[in-house]
């Protein structure tokens, strides 16, 4: 009987799981995934509009770089490399909107380069 009790409340928890991690910004890919500085980027997933994600920067895991966001969707974000990126491999992360922002740095990389074909 305690199992079942258990099972059930755990069954009846899922629901309310996924719905608090609805409308939480995730990143799924970039395109292109290399490119240079000055360069624009799509990023695709769910949850990207405006009334979820503030901001959008490129990081290396100490330093942070705002990129210019050029068009936003609820599914895609089309932004714009800062134009002084050093070459290396970022991570892309979302600075969250609302009244509780919070940063997410999300899995997906994308590589700076200093020509079109040469990662650095």
Request: net charge positive.
């Given at each position: 009987m305690k199992r079942s009790l258990i099972l059930i409340a755990a069954i009846l928890?899922?629901?309310?799981?996924?719905?608090?991690?609805?409308?939480?910004?995730m990143m799924t890919a970039v395109t292109p995934d290399t490119a240079r500085p000055g360069a624009v980027?799509?990023?695709?997933g769910e949850y990207l509009d405006k009334t979820h994600v503030a901001q959008?920067?490129?990081t290396d895991g100490t330093n942070d770089f705002?990129?210019?966001?050029?068009?936003?969707g609820a599914k895609e974000i089309?932004?714009?490399?800062?134009?002084?990126?050093?070459?290396?491999?970022?991570?892309?992360?979302?600075?969250?909107a609302g009244d509780d922002p919070k940063l997410i740095e999300?899995?997906?990389?994308?590589?700076?380069?200093?020509?079109?074909?040469?990662p650095s």
């Open positions: 928890a899922v629901p309310l799981l996924l719905r608090a991690a609805e409308g939480v910004p980027a799509t990023v695709t959008v920067f490129l705002k990129v210019e966001v050029v068009k936003q089309v932004f714009k490399i800062p134009a002084n990126m050093k070459p290396g491999r970022f991570s892309l992360m979302v600075l969250t999300e899995p997906v990389r994308l590589v700076v380069t200093t020509d079109a074909g040469t």
